[in-house]
C-alpha cells in the first residue's frame, strides 16, 4: 500500500495546480490540430486469434465496458468521441497540466515507445522519481486490471480514478487545475465540441483524458497479420508452451475475468471459496519484495510492442529481454509469493528451461508484436509538437 501512496503523492505534486496563489500559464505554443477531427470511435482492436486467448465475449460486461458483439464502437458506460478523444489528445501532452508546465501525461509515456518512456523508473516534478516503471498503454480497453498491482480495475474506473490519480487527488486541488486551463484560449473550442460547454471541469477532463487513453489501440502487428517465417513460427510454438499460459489473450496478459486462473477463481487449495488474483502473480524477481505490489504479486503485463518497452518490469530491474528470458531459464529467486509454475512437488524453484536457440525463436516471435501502425499513428501524436 505505501508505493501506491507515495506514487499518488507524487503525481499530485506533479500535477495538481497547487498551494501556490501565483499560477500562470505559460508561454506554450497552440496545439496543431487537424481540421477534421481523426477517428478515434472506431476501436480497432485485436482479432481472437491466439491459441488460450480469453475470448472477449467470456469477460463480463459489467468488468470490460465492450459490448458483446465487440464490433467495438458501442462501449456500456464510456463512449470514445472523435471530438472528446481529441481534447484527451492535447491534454494528455500538455504541460500547462502540471504545477510549473514541465510535466505531461506525455512526458513519461511516449508514443514511439509504446507510450512508456526508456527508463527504469520515470522523473516527475522537479526531477523526482516514481517508485515504478511507467507503463505501457496498449488497447487498455481490453484490460480490466490496470496499473503494476492492478489496483485500478477498468477505464470506467479509470475515467474516475487513475487519471484524477495521475493528476489531483482531492478534489479541492483539481478546481486549481480548472481555473488553470479556463484561462488557457485553446481549450474553450476544445471543450466545447467535446461536451458541449466551453467551461472546463475536472469531470471532463478527466472523462476527455480516459476517452484518449481508451482509444489507444493496437491491432496491425505482424502477429495480426499472421505472416510468420519459419523461425517466427517455432518461437510462437515455444512461446505457447512456455508463457503463454500467464500472458494470454488479445493483450498476451492475464486479464482478471471470472474463472480465469488468475482472476477470480475457485480457490484451488482450499477447495473453496473464491479468490480474486487480479490478474497478478509473482515471477521470483527478489527473495524479499521491496515493492509488495498486490500482496507480493503484480500485473501479467501485455507483450504487445515488448521490443519497444525496455527495462522490463516494474521496477525497470532488467535491461534488455535476453536478460528477461536468463531471468525465466535461470534467474527466479524461491520468493514467499512465488507462482505455482515455478515450484517442483517439493516446493522448489523450478525455472523454464529454455536453450540458446530456442530463446532465439522466442525473441524472434516477440519482434512479431510490435506494431508500427499504432507508434507512428498521427491520432496519438504529440500535437504540440510541430
Ligand atoms: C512522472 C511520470 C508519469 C506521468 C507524468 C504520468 N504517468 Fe501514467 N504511469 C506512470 C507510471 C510509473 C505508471 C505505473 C504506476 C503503477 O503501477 O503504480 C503509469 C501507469 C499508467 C497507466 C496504466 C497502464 C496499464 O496498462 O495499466 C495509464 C493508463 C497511465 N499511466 C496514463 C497516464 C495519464 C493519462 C497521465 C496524465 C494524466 C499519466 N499517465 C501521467 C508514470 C507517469
Ligand atoms: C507465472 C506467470 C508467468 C509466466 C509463465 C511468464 N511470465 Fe512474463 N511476466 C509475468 C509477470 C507477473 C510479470 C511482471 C513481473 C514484475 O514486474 O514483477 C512478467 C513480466 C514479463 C516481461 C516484462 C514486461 C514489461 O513490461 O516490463 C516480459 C518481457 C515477459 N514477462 C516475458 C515472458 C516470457 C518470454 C515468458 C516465457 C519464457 C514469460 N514471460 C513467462 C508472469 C509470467
Not at 517508485?131 to 488497447?139: E, G, Q, V, W
Not at 477505464?155 to 486549481?176: A, C, F, T
Not at 527473495?287 to 505490489?293: A, M, R, Y
Not at 509454475?341 to 525463436?361: C, L, P, T, Y
Amino acid at each position: 500500500m505505501k508505493s501506491i501512496h507515495l506514487y499518488l503523492l507524487l503525481l499530485i505534486s506533479i500535477f495538481s495546480a497547487c498551494e501556490q496563489e501565483d499560477i500562470t500559464t505559460s508561454e506554450v505554443k497552440e496545439p496543431k490540430l487537424p481540421e477534421q477531427p481523426y477517428d478515434y470511435k472506431t476501436l480497432k482492436l485485436p482479432l481472437n486469434t491466439h491459441p488460450g486467448m480469453v475470448t472477449f465475449n467470456n469477460i463480463t460486461p459489467d468488468i470490460i465496458m465492450i459490448d458483446p458483439a465487440f464490433n467495438g464502437q458501442s462501449l456500456s458506460s464510456m463512449k470514445v468521441t472523435d471530438e472528446g478523444a481529441s481534447l484527451g489528445r492535447v491534454l494528455f501532452y500538455d504541460k500547462q497540466l502540471s504545477i510549473n508546465n514541465t510535466i505531461a501525461c506525455g512526458t513519461c509515456h511516449h508514443q514511439d515507445k509504446a507510450f512508456t518512456d526508456g527508463l527504469a523508473v520515470s522523473k516527475g516534478f522537479e526531477g523526482k522519481t516514481t517508485d515504478r516503471s511507467s507503463m505501457a498503454i496498449i488497447n487498455p480497453i481490453v484490460q480490466n486490471n490496470l496499473f503494476w498491482d492492478s489496483r485500478s480495475f477498468s477505464i470506467q474506473d479509470l475515467s474516475l480514478k487513475p487519471v484524477q490519480n495521475h493528476i489531483e487527488m482531492g478534489m479541492e486541488k483539481l478546481h486549481r487545475l480548472e481555473d488553470k486551463l479556463n484561462n488557457v484560449e485553446y481549450y474553450r473550442t476544445l471543450f466545447e465540441e467535446a461536451y458541449g460547454s466551453g467551461r472546463v471541469t475536472s469531470e471532463h477532463i478527466s472523462l476527455a483524458l480516459s476517452e484518449f487513453v481508451a482509444s489507444i489501440t493496437s491491432s496491425n502487428s505482424k502477429f495480426d497479420q499472421g505472416n510468420f517465417n519459419e523461425l517466427e513460427n517455432r518461437g510462437r510454438v515455444l512461446f505457447d508452451q512456455k508463457c503463454g499460459s500467464c500472458h494470454a489473450g488479445a493483450n498476451f496478459s492475464a486479464e482478471d475475468g471470472p474463472g480465469g486462473e488468475y482472476g477470480v477463481s475457485f480457490d484451488n487449495i482450499t477447495g473453496t471459496g473464491i479468490q480474486n488474483l487480479k490478474g497478478t502473480t509473482n515471477i521470483g524477481l527478489e527473495v524479499v519484495s521491496s515493492d509488495q505490489g498486490f500482496e507480493g504479486k503484480f500485473r501479467i503485463p501485455t507483450l504487445r510492442n515488448i521490443m519497444l518497452t525496455a527495462p522490463y518490469m516494474h521496477d525497470g530491474r532488467l535491461k534488455t529481454i535476453d536478460d528477461v528470458l536468463d531471468h525465466y531459464s535461470s534467474n527466479i529467486k524461491p520468493n514467499v509469493h512465488l507462482d505455482k509454475k515455478f515450484k517442483d512437488a517439493q516446493g522448489r524453484v523450478k525455472m523454464i528451461s529454455m536453450n540458446f536457440a530456442e530463446k532465439e525463436a522466442i525473441k524472434a516471435f516477440l519482434h512479431t508484436l510490435t506494431d508500427y501502425t499504432m507508434i507512428t499513428d498521427p491520432k496519438y501524436s504529440d500535437p504540440f509538437k510541430y
